[in-house]
C-alpha cells in the first residue's frame, strides 16, 4: 500500500477537482429572462431546465471522437498542471458532471460548454463522456463560451478582449448592449477592448502575465509599435509600476522643455490631488491627470474614441445632474425651516 500521506495528497487535488466542477454545474432558477451575468442558467432558461444533477434520461454517452471543439471559445491558453488534476480525478471517479453540446446538421456534435472536461476525459483516454444536447443558434453558443470563461478568475485579459471584440463584430453588439448583457460596466468592456490596440508583441507580454493591465493601458498613448515595446521592455526590466509606467510614458511623449516644469511640479504635487486623480480614475474608467498652476490648475482626461468621450460626458453629466438634485433637497429642506419656497 502506498504512503499515507501521498495518498491523502493525491485524494485532496481529486476532491478539490471535483468540488470545482460541482461549483461550476449549469443552474437554471425561476422562469424569468435575466442577465447573462448572473451565469449560464439565464441564457439557458429558454431552452429547457438543467438541474444540478440532471435527470438520466437527459443525459448521453457521447462518443469524445464525435465532439468537435468549439469555434468560439474565446480561452487559448489552458493551465496544464489544473488539466492533470483534473485528468487524475476523471481516472479515480469518472466524470460527475456532463458536458453541454449541441448536434451538427451533419454527423457529430459542437461542444457548448466543458471544455476543460472534455480536454482532461481525453487525456485519460476515455472513449465516451457524458453530456446534455441542447439546441442553440450561434449567438447563444458564443455568449454561453464566453461566460462560462468570464467566471474564471485565470481567464487571459486578451481572451477576454478577442471575445468582446468578435461578440461585437459577428453579433452586432455594442459596448452598452454587451454590458447589460454580461452584468459588466461599460468602461469595464472599454478599457479591455482598448488593449487590442497594443502592439503584437506589447499584446503578447500581457498575455504571458510580463505586463499587468494596469502597467500596458498607458502605452495606448504611443502611436510607434516600437516606441511602445521599448516602453514595455523597460516597465519590464524595472518593475515600475502602473503609475510610473504612465510617466514614463509622458516622459517618452514630451517634445519641448516645457512639459519639463510641469511634469517636475506635477511629481511634487500634494497627496490630496494625487487622491483626487485617483478617484475621478476610478469613477470615469480612464487615466485622469491634475496638473497644479502658480494661477490655474488643469485636470486632464485620457479617451480613446469617440464612443469612449460619449461615455465619459455622460458619467460626468448624470454626476452632475445627482449633485444638483441633492442640493435643491437640502435648500427645500433649509426653506421649509425658514418658510420660504425654491
Known sequence: MGSPSLYTTKAQRAQKAIDSLQRRSLTVAGKTRGGLGKGLGALLQDNASVSRVPDKDLVQEISVDDIQANRYQPRHDFDEISLRELEESIRSYGILQPILVRKLPQDGYELIAGERRLRAARQANQKSIPAIVREFNDAQISEIALIENIQREDLNVLDEARAYERLMKEFNHT???????????????????????????????????????????????????????????????????????????????????????????????????????????????????????????????????????????ESLIKSSEDAKQIMINKLRSVSRQKNFTV
Not at 502575465?209 to 500596458?216: E, H, K, P
Not at 498607458?218 to 509600476?241: F, T
Not at 516645457?258 to 487622491?275: D, F, G, I, M, T
Open 175 to 313: 459596448q452598452e448592449t454587451l454590458a447589460n448583457k454580461l452584468g459588466r460596466s461599460r468602461s469595464h468592456i472599454a478599457n479591455i477592448l482598448r488593449l487590442l490596440k497594443l502592439s503584437p508583441k506589447v499584446q503578447e507580454f500581457i498575455s504571458n502575465g510580463i505586463l499587468s493591465m494596469g502597467q500596458a493601458k498607458p502605452l495606448l498613448a504611443l502611436d510607434d509599435p516600437e516606441l511602445q515595446l521599448a516602453a514595455a521592455e523597460k516597465i519590464q526590466n524595472e518593475e515600475l509600476s502602473s503609475r510610473q509606467a504612465e510617466a514614463l510614458v509622458k516622459r517618452m511623449l514630451k517634445t519641448s522643455p516645457e512639459p519639463e516644469k510641469k511634469e517636475n511640479v506635477s511629481n511634487n504635487q500634494a497627496p490630496y490631488l494625487r487622491e483626487a486623480e485617483d478617484k475621478l480614475t476610478e469613477f470615469l474608467g480612464t487615466q485622469v491627470k491634475i496638473t497644479p498652476g502658480k494661477r490655474k490648475s488643469r485636470i486632464q482626461i485620457d479617451f480613446y474614441s469617440e464612443e469612449d468621450l460619449t461615455r465619459i460626458l
